[in-house]
């Protein structure tokens, strides 16, 4: 869902359009400067990441992000949020921000404010992108541009989900809650897991599972299997180590973790048409150079009956560096100037 919040929008200029973009998550906010012109790709300058946790709020990340780049704001934003955009105030899932759309334009001195799903700008991202900015995973080789339904799923503090429809009128962004689903396991393993899961949470999603916070109770689940302990270690610092190769506990739950995402992905490829997938996000570039040696294609294409299916569908990653702050760019160029 999209919205818009207006103090006193300026008219929109005929050649090219300037604006102040945000990618905000459950850990970082990043924020840059975009040029919009007819016929060209957004061009992001003036990257800041900062780091959500140093910020009371919202307004207080963008101020220091104006201190950071010694000038002016435009009076257009487009704002990417990791939470679902309803209601008079928007609280983010997986950090303690909240915001009033309405009162937004007067926080921040800007005249029009767009908001939208961190992954529903991804997914503007993905549908305006070249062939050449994704890598392929697994499946079929071919374009994604004849595909009628994609799925982009972000991997990274939270597990994000869009879709893109296509018709004769062009892309469609669909923004979704996906990553909420409930997570269903596939084999004795995961049936442990979940049981873990459950005790801690009462009801398991898939975000649990598979966003950056599912690598402990993977190897909690393993260790207690093992007889051992898991280091008291943040999750950043246990990835390092299951990317890293440094610890043995750490890589088994990565390969673990690979095949339930393997197994995630392939459910919401049914759910969406099925199609093509498309992942993104911090983690899942990170993960890059371990799917193709993993389970995870594997797991993706065991549907039962729909395996057949699910074997014509093509896996990318997308490898743009910004792909939020680029697809919030795009995501304005769409809506609102049709230049």
């Known amino acids: 869902m999209t919205r818009i919040a207006e103090r006193t929008p300026p008219p929109l200029p005929a050649a090219q359009i300037e604006l102040l973009v945000a990618d905000i998550g459950g850990t970082h906010a990043r924020f840059a400067l975009?040029?919009?012109?007819?016929?060209?790709?957004?061009?992001?300058?003036?990257?800041?990441?900062?780091?959500?946790?140093?910020?009371?709020?919202?307004?207080?990340?963008?101020?220091?992000?104006?201190?950071?780049?010694?000038?002016?704001?435009?009076?257009?934003?487009?704002?990417?949020?990791a939470a679902p955009i309803r209601g008079e105030e928007v609280r983010f899932t997986n950090n303690d921000w909240r915001i009033r759309p309405a009162d937004l334009p007067s926080e921040l001195?800007?005249?029009?404010?767009?908001?939208?799903?961190?992954?529903?700008?991804?997914?503007?991202?993905?549908?305006?992108l070249e062939s050449d900015s994704f890598m392929h995973i697994g499946g079929p080789e071919g374009s994604l541009e004849k595909a009628h339904s994609i799925s982009v799923i972000g991997i990274?503090?939270?597990?994000?989900?869009?879709g893109i429809l296509r018709d004769e009128t062009g892309s469609h962004i669909l923004a979704t809650e996906g990553g909420h689903a409930?997570?269903?396991?596939?084999?004795?393993?995961?049936?442990?897991?979940l049981?873990?899961?459950?005790?801690?949470?009462?009801?398991?999603s898939a975000e649990r599972v598979a966003a950056g916070m599912g690598l402990r109770p993977f190897?909690?689940?393993?260790?207690?299997?093992?007889?051992?302990?898991?280091?008291?270690?943040?999750?950043?610092?246990?990835?390092?180590?299951?990317?890293?190769?440094?610890?043995?506990?750490?890589?088994?739950?990565r390969d673990r973790y690979l095949l339930?995402?393997?197994?995630?992905?392939?459910d919401i490829a049914l759910m969406h048409g099925p199609g093509p997938v498309i992942l993104t996000g911090g983690l899942g570039a990170r993960l890059a150079p371990y799917l193709a040696g993993s389970g995870f294609m594997q797991r993706f294409v065991a549907?039962?009956?729909?395996?057949?299916?699910?074997?014509?569908?093509?896996?990318?990653?997308?490898?743009?560096?910004?792909p939020g702050l680029f697809g919030a760019a795009a995501a304005f160029f769409r809506r609102q100037c049709p230049l």
């Not at 800007?110 to 993905?126: F, K, Q, R, T, V």
């Not at 409930?182 to 897991?193: K, R």
């Open 109 to 128: 001195g800007i005249g029009s404010i767009m908001l939208l799903n961190d992954l529903e700008a991804s997914a503007h991202a993905a549908a305006s």
């Open 34 to 81: 975009a040029e919009l012109s007819a016929n060209a790709a957004p061009v992001l300058h003036d990257i800041r990441k900062l780091a959500v946790a140093e910020f009371a709020n919202l307004p207080a990340a963008v101020l220091s992000y104006t201190d950071q780049i010694h000038r002016d704001l435009p009076d257009r934003a487009v704002f990417a949020i």
């Open 156 to 162: 990274g503090t939270g597990l994000g989900v869009a």
């Open 182 to 193: 409930g997570f269903a396991p596939v084999d004795s393993f995961e049936d442990a897991l």
């Open 260 to 266: 339930c995402l393997g197994s995630i992905a392939g």
């Open 303 to 322: 549907k039962g009956r729909y395996q057949d299916l699910m074997q014509t569908l093509p896996v990318k990653l997308m490898q743009h560096e910004e």
């Open 219 to 253: 190897m909690e689940v393993l260790a207690a299997e093992r007889g051992q302990m898991v280091a008291d270690r943040d999750d950043k610092s246990l990835w390092q180590s299951a990317l890293s190769g440094s610890d043995p506990l750490a890589v088994a739950a």
């Open 195 to 204: 049981s873990h899961l459950r005790r801690e949470h009462g009801r398991v």
